[in-house]
Protein backbone atom coordinates (compact mmCIF):
# COMPACT_ATOMS: atom_id res chain seq x y z
CA UNK A 1 0.00 0.00 0.00
CA UNK A 2 1.52 3.20 -1.00
CA UNK A 3 0.72 6.46 0.94
CA UNK A 4 1.20 9.89 0.10
CA UNK A 5 2.51 12.90 1.96
CA UNK A 6 1.97 16.42 0.57
CA UNK A 7 3.30 19.23 2.08
CA UNK A 8 3.97 23.27 0.43
CA UNK A 9 0.44 24.69 0.57
CA UNK A 10 -0.67 27.98 2.43
CA UNK A 11 -1.36 31.31 1.61
CA UNK A 12 0.15 33.43 -1.18
CA UNK A 13 -0.39 36.73 -3.11
CA UNK A 14 -1.02 36.97 -6.86
CA UNK A 15 2.65 36.81 -8.12
CA UNK A 16 3.79 34.69 -5.71
CA UNK A 17 5.16 31.54 -5.74
CA UNK A 18 5.15 28.08 -3.86
CA UNK A 19 6.65 25.06 -3.56
CA UNK A 20 4.36 21.50 -3.23
CA UNK A 21 6.14 18.60 -2.19
CA UNK A 22 4.96 14.82 -2.01
CA UNK A 23 6.39 12.31 -0.65
CA UNK A 24 5.39 8.27 -1.09
CA UNK A 25 6.20 5.48 1.18
CA UNK A 26 5.07 2.04 1.60
CA UNK A 27 6.75 0.31 -1.69
CA UNK A 28 10.35 -0.48 -2.50
CA UNK A 29 9.76 -0.13 -6.39
CA UNK A 30 9.90 3.17 -8.40
CA UNK A 31 6.47 4.54 -8.67
CA UNK A 32 5.78 4.66 -12.74
CA UNK A 33 4.00 7.73 -13.22
CA UNK A 34 4.27 10.69 -9.87
CA UNK A 35 2.01 14.08 -10.73
CA UNK A 36 -0.67 16.59 -9.50
CA UNK A 37 -4.12 17.13 -10.25
CA UNK A 38 -6.17 20.16 -8.25
CA UNK A 39 -10.02 20.41 -7.33
CA UNK A 40 -11.33 24.13 -6.65
CA UNK A 41 -14.59 24.86 -4.96
CA UNK A 42 -17.26 24.07 -7.00
CA UNK A 43 -15.34 22.13 -9.66
CA UNK A 44 -14.41 18.33 -11.22
CA UNK A 45 -10.90 17.71 -9.96
CA UNK A 46 -8.08 17.83 -13.30
CA UNK A 47 -4.43 17.46 -13.94
CA UNK A 48 -2.18 19.75 -13.39
CA UNK A 49 1.44 18.01 -13.92
CA UNK A 50 2.51 14.77 -14.26
CA UNK A 51 5.79 13.05 -14.37
CA UNK A 52 6.99 9.43 -15.30
CA UNK A 53 9.81 7.84 -13.86
CA UNK A 54 11.40 7.65 -17.44
CA UNK A 55 11.59 11.44 -17.29
CA UNK A 56 8.27 12.40 -19.59
CA UNK A 57 6.68 15.45 -18.26
CA UNK A 58 3.02 16.46 -19.09
CA UNK A 59 1.57 19.78 -17.88
CA UNK A 60 -1.80 21.28 -18.55
CA UNK A 61 -2.40 24.14 -20.61
CA UNK A 62 -3.44 26.36 -17.90
CA UNK A 63 0.12 26.13 -16.06
CA UNK A 64 2.63 25.45 -18.70
CA UNK A 65 4.85 28.49 -18.29
CA UNK A 66 4.49 29.02 -14.77
CA UNK A 67 4.53 25.74 -13.09
CA UNK A 68 7.18 23.07 -12.81
CA UNK A 69 7.21 19.27 -11.91
CA UNK A 70 10.83 17.50 -10.90
CA UNK A 71 10.99 14.81 -8.94
CA UNK A 72 13.37 12.53 -7.42
CA UNK A 73 12.81 8.66 -8.07
CA UNK A 74 15.33 7.39 -5.31
CA UNK A 75 13.30 9.09 -3.01
CA UNK A 76 9.63 8.64 -4.58
CA UNK A 77 8.89 12.55 -3.67
CA UNK A 78 7.71 14.81 -6.94
CA UNK A 79 7.90 18.29 -6.28
CA UNK A 80 5.68 21.26 -7.76
CA UNK A 81 7.36 24.62 -8.01
CA UNK A 82 4.54 27.30 -8.89
CA UNK A 83 5.31 30.64 -9.62
CA UNK A 84 3.31 33.44 -10.94
CA UNK A 85 0.23 32.05 -9.01
CA UNK A 86 -3.19 33.25 -9.86
CA UNK A 87 -6.53 33.72 -7.98
CA UNK A 88 -7.64 31.04 -10.25
CA UNK A 89 -5.05 28.58 -9.25
CA UNK A 90 -6.69 28.48 -5.70
CA UNK A 91 -7.27 24.71 -5.05
CA UNK A 92 -6.63 21.67 -3.02
CA UNK A 93 -3.70 20.15 -5.07
CA UNK A 94 -3.64 16.39 -4.73
CA UNK A 95 -0.48 14.52 -5.05
CA UNK A 96 -1.10 11.22 -7.37
CA UNK A 97 0.92 7.97 -7.97
CA UNK A 98 0.22 4.99 -10.43
CA UNK A 99 1.85 1.95 -9.53
CA UNK A 100 1.24 -1.48 -11.35
CA UNK A 101 -1.93 -0.49 -12.59
CA UNK A 102 -2.91 1.32 -9.48
CA UNK A 103 -3.67 4.87 -8.32
CA UNK A 104 -2.80 6.29 -4.97
CA UNK A 105 -3.52 10.01 -3.71
CA UNK A 106 -2.85 12.02 -0.83
CA UNK A 107 -5.27 13.89 0.97
CA UNK A 108 -4.09 17.12 -0.44
CA UNK A 109 -2.92 20.58 0.51
CA UNK A 110 -4.82 23.87 0.29
CA UNK A 111 -3.60 26.93 -1.78
CA UNK A 112 -4.84 30.05 -1.45
CA UNK A 113 -4.00 32.76 -4.00
CA UNK A 114 -5.26 36.25 -2.84
CA UNK A 115 -5.83 39.06 -5.43
Known amino acids: QVQLVESGGGLVQAGGSLRLSCAASGTRFSINVMGWYRQAPGKQRELVAT???????NYADSVKGRFTISRDNAKNTVYLQMNSLKPDDTAVYYC?????????WGKGTLVTVSS
Open 96 to 104: NALLFNMFY
Open 51 to 57: FTSSGTT
